[in-house]
């Protein structure tokens, strides 16, 4: 089936592009390489703008080219030793650092987030707070980074297992998370040892300075954590590719995602790639239908639907189809559409040109394959909205699992509703997709749940919540086309960037080994 291209539109936009602040008074980002803040030596100046108002630049900046990138692995290579025998507890001290210091300037990040990714500011500060979560658990693994002992065959043998870094790991990441999937990554990467070349999405580089900028006051040596500001296209593959990489981890879309996964196999390096999600939610008959109207609404049209968690499949049961659907059009008509910044707004824009164009071309689809418009499915433009990206939150039903709409990620605030009548036709359309990142069912039935986590084709399933969301303690990931490679966060996290070696230690030095293996 065809997918759409997604372009970032919001890069590069031209130097002297009209604003409220033009390039000249918006801070001018840097790339962070070997602990220094430098330009980008790519000849296109970049400009990150305002997604609910396009006319306002939130920073300009230089892009890096592949000799930037270069340089950042050189620098990650030089300090990998350096950090590799700093204690581990030490390290997670350091992460302990960034904890306190992202606490002190959440209020001022948060806005800054809702500035350049265009979530609600409510928003921006639950991610904030995650991310904090996600550093105090991987902060406490500085302690925890040990192997195992094991009985040995053979006498006065010592048998045991270390954790190691593994050196050099490239860390790339999407927009729609600019804070908590950063902290994902990067701080199990360096609480085992590693150094780190990060490349965060293009259209969130002022946010992604300020990570840096956390990560350097906590008191991360130079050279051991690098900015890359460029576009993937450019700087991307050599991140996979330089020979000194040990591990890549990305998250974002499946095409790009396969990619690396496909250069990161033939180099026989680690590779997780967490990708898209199409996840359903089922209503089962006896579901408090209160409950899981929150669940839906925030599933579905929370963060604009740019999660990768987003509800984008609604599955309702045939004796409640009528009622739950006249619940959800009339609470999701109370949505108020508009800038993140603004207290009344309860859904943000989309993030850029390119994801705008993306929902407004599957409504089209939808409607042109079939699936009928219940709401929504127009571009938002009356006052200063003309200026930004808002789409209105937007539901189709009578979908059928034949249609893109029920099989593509589309990433934006558009939910797809069919109907079924018993158990097995919930399996059916729930698992008859290609993703398989996450999934929920509402119901008060304990076999049907059950039943729903056994035969559910995904890497995480809620019951009585909605389909979004992650803890620290637990691995997070998809299955099918959503994810391969490790799961990430928890323990997983941190032994995706380590690995174990087995020492046979013989203290004696007199065992006749009888050992023929
Ligand atoms: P994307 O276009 O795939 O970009 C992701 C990252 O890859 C960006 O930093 C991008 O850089 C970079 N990139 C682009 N081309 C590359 C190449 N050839 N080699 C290496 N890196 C390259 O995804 P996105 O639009 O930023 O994010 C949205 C997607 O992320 C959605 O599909 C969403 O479901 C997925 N996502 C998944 C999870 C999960 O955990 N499963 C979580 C969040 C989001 P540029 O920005 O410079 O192009």
Not at 156 to 181: C, E, K
Not at 184 to 211: Q, T, Y
Not at 462 to 483: D, L, M, Q, R
Request: aromatic letters at 8%; a positive charge; charged letters at 25%.
């Amino acid at each position: 089936m065809p997918t759409l291209t997604k372009t970032k539109t919001k890069s590069p936009a031209l130097k002297g592009s009209p604003g409220r602040s033009g390039p000249g008074a918006a801070p001018k980002l840097q790339q962070f390489i070997g602990g220094r803040w430098v330009d980008g030596s790519g000849d296109r100046e970049l400009v990150s703008t305002n997604p609910a108002d396009t006319r306002e630049v939130v920073a300009t900046f230089k892009s890096a080219n592949q000799a930037d990138a270069v340089k950042a692995i050189d620098a990650a290579a030089a300090s990998a030793p350096g950090w590799r025998d700093t204690p581990a507890p030490q390290r997670g001290r350091v992460i302990a650092r960034a904890v306190e210091i992202a606490r002190r300037r959440l209020p001022e990040l948060a806005r800054l987030m809702t500035r350049e990714q265009g979530k609600i500011l409510p928003e921006a500060v639950g991610e904030l707070e995650k991310g904090i979560n996600l550093l105090e658990w991987n902060s406490g693994e500085g302690y925890r980074f040990m192997g195992e002992t094991a009985p040995s065959d053979l006498p006065r043998n010592l048998l045991y297992t270390v954790r190691q870094p593994l050196g050099v790991v490239s860390v790339i990441t999407p927009w729609n998370f600019p804070w908590a999937i950063p902290c994902w990554k990067i701080a199990p990467a360096l609480v085992a040892g590693n150094a780190v070349v990060f490349k965060p999405a293009s259209n969130v580089p002022a946010f992604s300075v300020e990570i840096c900028r956390i990560w350097e006051e906590a008191g991360v040596p130079p050279g051991v954590l690098n900015l890359v500001l460029g576009s993937g296209s450019s700087v991307g593959n050599l991140l996979v590719e330089d020979p000194r990489i040990r591990a890549v981890s990305f998250t974002g879309s499946n095409s790009i995602g396969k990619g690396v996964h496909t250069i990161a196999g033939r180099r026989g390096i680690k590779a997780t790639c967490e990708m898209g999600g199409k996840n359903p939610c089922a209503i089962w008959e006896d579901a408090d239908l209160g409950l899981a109207l929150g669940g839906v609404l925030r599933g579905a049209f929370g963060s604009t639907g740019q999660r990768c968690t987003a509800t984008s499949r609604l599955l309702i049961h045939d004796r409640v189809y009528d009622k739950f659907m006249d619940m959800l059009v009339a609470e999701t008509k109370k949505i108020r559409v508009g800038p993140g910044l603004d207290p009344k707004s309860t859904m943000g824009p989309a993030v850029d040109q390119g994801q705008f164009d993306t929902d407004l071309e599957y409504i089209e689809i939808a409607k042109k394959e079939g699936a009928r418009l219940v709401l929504g499915g127009r571009r938002l433009e009356s006052g200063d909205l003309k200026h930004g990206f808002f789409v209105e939150p937007t539901i189709f039903d009578q979908v059928k699992p034949s249609m893109r709409i029920w099989q593509e990620e589309v990433f934006g605030p558009v939910l797809a509703v069919a109907r079924f009548k018993t158990f097995d036709e919930m399996m059916k359309l729930a698992n008859d997709c290609p993703f398989g990142l996450t999934s929920a069912i509402y119901t008060q039935e304990l076999t049907v749940s059950m039943r729903f986590v056994e035969a559910m084709e995904a890497g995480m399933v809620h019951v009585n919540s909605p389909t979004i969301g992650g803890e620290p303690a637990v691995p997070f990931g998809g299955a099918k086309g959503s994810g391969v490679g490790d799961r990430e966060m928890a323990k997983e996290g941190v032994r995706f960037f380590s690995e174990s070696k087995t020492v046979f230690l013989d203290y004696t030095g007199q065992t006749r080994s009888s050992n023929i293996y």
